[in-house]
């Protein structure tokens, strides 16, 4: 099993199985551990130098979250990426950025506005760089200032239900996105309908994002099968 995995610094302040759940939990979202490869305990115990309770533990717990599939008689599997697990979970993603977008244009402050404008600035940096690592930490704190800005905590609430399936799949976005400049230039349309509190703009924009993600999402999972 081929990655990046590797042993588990024991001095970590968080408990031994959070370590473990959260290193096998980031190899998955980052691709290290590939959609259908087998988790194998043992293996991944040795390579974490861990035995082999904790990584069975958080097994468990990534397959509650949707991360991992139980197949009888052939264990524990990374969860695939489907077609159809990209459109359901985008439907309902489209409809949340499109409020939160709305919202925001609405409540936005001065602080959060410039803070927005940083990231989008940031964003432009990174992608000089053709960092992916930095486009993924910026992409992600674009959308969560915007729905820190809506002034909804419910709203986030269930975002943050989605949270990790939608980190994997911005991974198979930014890693295979055709046109990065694009991406950058729907962040400045959307950026910008919020400085001008257009909110019908900004909520129309965010959706035009979410659909072009699906798009490309679908369009590298189609090219990787």
Request: aromatic share 4%.
């Amino acid at each position: 099993m081929a990655g990046k995995l590797s042993k588990i610094n024991l001095n970590d302040y968080k408990p031994l199985r959070e370590v473990i759940f959260d290193s096998l939990r980031e190899a998955i979202i980052m691709g290290e551990l590939k959609p259908g490869e087998r988790l194998m305990e043992i293996q991944l115990a040795e390579k974490m130098g861990v035995s082999r309770t904790p990584v069975r533990e958080a097994i468990r717990k990534l397959e509650l979250e949707g991360l991992v599939v139980m197949i009888p008689r052939k264990g524990a599997h990374v969860a695939e990426l489907s077609v159809k697990d990209i459109k359901d979970v985008l439907e309902v993603r489209s409809s949340l950025d499109g409020l939160a977008s709305a919202l925001a244009a609405k409540r936005i402050n001065k602080d959060e506005l410039r803070e927005l404008g940083n990231i989008v600035d940031q964003f432009a940096q990174y992608l000089e760089k053709n960092n992916v690592q930095g486009l993924i930490k910026k992409d992600v704190e674009f959308h969560e200032l915007i729905y820190k800005a809506s002034r909804n905590e419910k709203l986030g609430q269930i975002a943050t239900n989605l949270k990790e399936q939608i980190h994997r799949f911005r991974v198979v976005y930014l890693k295979d996105y055709s046109s990065p400049k694009e991406l950058m230039r729907e962040h400045n349309e959307i950026y910008h309908a919020i400085e001008s509190g257009d909110e019908k703009l900004a909520e129309e924009l965010a959706l035009i994002h979410i659909r072009h993600q699906e798009k490309a999402m679908i369009s590298s999972l189609k090219t990787e099968e």
